[in-house]
C-alpha cells in the first residue's frame, strides 16, 4: 500500500507508480467514488460516447473512398473516446 501525505489545502498528490497503474496521465480527469466503508474508488474519465453522436462520422462528400481497414480503425478510435 502507498502512504500519500495531504497538504494544508487539502490536496495530494499521486505517486507516479499509481498514475501508470490507472493509466492516467498529464491533464487528464479523474473521477472520485466514495464508498460506504470509507473507502475511495478513483479512475479516469473516460468520454462517453453514443451511436447517434457516432453516425455520420465516416461519410466523406469528396476524396477518395475510405477503405475497411480505415473505417475500422475510426470506429476503434471512437468508441474508445480517441476521436
Known amino acids: 500500500m502507498t ?21 492516467i496521465t498529464p491533464g487528464q480527469k479523474i473521477e472520485a467514488e466514495t464508498l460506504p466503508d470509507g473507502r475511495v474508488v478513483l479512475a479516469p474519465v473516460r468520454k462517453k460516447g453514443s451511436i447517434k453522436n457516432f453516425s455520420g462520422m465516416l461519410a466523406r462528400r469528396d476524396g477518395p473512398k475510405l477503405t475497411i481497414e480505415e473505417i475500422n480503425e475510426i470506429i476503434a478510435k471512437g468508441w474508445a473516446g480517441e476521436l
Request: positive net charge; without cysteine.
Open 3 to 23: 502512504a500519500l501525505t495531504v497538504t494544508a489545502k487539502g490536496q495530494i498528490t499521486l505517486k507516479q507508480e499509481i498514475l501508470r497503474h490507472l493509466n
